[in-house]
């Protein structure tokens, strides 16, 4: 790894910050994307100190090869996954699992008016919202669609990576609104093979998500500002996720 990751923690909540190998010389702001998860797309959180995943090593070969400018990654760790992943409350799909707490509004908030100003003020960020990202996978792709509802004027680029658009109302949320367009760039993906198996809701996973897909395209977003991708054989695991997540920010952030 040629940059940097650095455990912040605010709010006694804790961030991984990566820094990018030119960050160092201080002459320059970067785009910034804010990661759900705790940034587990580009970094293993299993031990006390993130480390750099495969992912993260073929997004400095993109910085190398000039494929794509580099940026600042902000992974933000979740208090309760379940509950800040989701737009509003919903049962859950079995005994297993609690229900969804449906607070993600509430935690979109804490981004935009704690977290951002936080990491602006202590980093070397462009601020502006078409240098300025949201991504997640799964449910955290889900969350990451519903910033693209309430908060068009701050960030520019959307990535939901296998997005759980099968969750309680969603897509018709997305069907009645009118999503403020203006500069927005949206990724959405799925592998092939999620869902398959399911006995709930979750079956629905690739269907729903090329529904999410259409009435996005249908709202008039172009090809330059809107991409959908099929993963075929993808399955609804980390390693998939993590395969495409260079990709979807070549795309969002490339020049």
Aim: proline share 4%; charged share 20%.
């Amino acid at each position: 790894m040629r940059g940097t990751i650095v455990t912040d923690h605010f709010r006694e909540r804790e961030l991984s910050i990566y820094l990018p190998p030119s960050y160092s010389d201080g002459a320059a702001s970067f785009p910034v994307v804010y990661v759900h998860d705790g940034g587990d797309l580009f970094a293993d959180q299993a031990d006390s100190s993130p480390r750099p995943c495969e992912s993260l090593h073929e997004i400095e070969r993109m910085f190398a090869g000039g494929e794509l400018a580099e940026l600042i990654m902000v992974g933000i760790k979740p208090v309760n996954r379940i509950h800040e992943y989701t737009p509003w409350f919903a049962k859950a799909l079995s005994n297993q699992f609690g229900d969804f707490g449906g607070r993600g509004a509430e935690y979109l908030s804490f981004i935009v008016e704690q977290v951002k100003p936080y990491i602006d003020s202590g980093y070397q960020t462009n601020r502006r919202p078409d240098q300025t990202g949201i991504m997640g996978k799964s449910l955290g792709g889900l969350v990451s669609m519903y910033a693209a509802y309430l908060y068009p004027g701050v960030f520019g680029k959307i990535g939901s990576i296998s997005g759980s658009f099968w969750y309680e109302g969603f897509v018709d949320y997305m069907r009645a609104q009118k999503m403020v367009q203006t500069g927005l760039q949206l990724y959405l993906d799925v592998g092939s093979l999620e869902g398959y198996g399911k006995q709930t809701i979750q079956r629905e996973m690739v269907a729903r998500t090329k529904e999410a897909y259409a009435i996005l395209a249908d709202s008039g977003l172009s090809g330059k500002r809107l991409r959908f991708h099929v993963e075929e054989g993808g399955r609804h695991e980390l390693s998939c996720f993590r395969s495409r997540f260079p990709g979807a920010l070549k795309w969002l952030f490339q020049e």
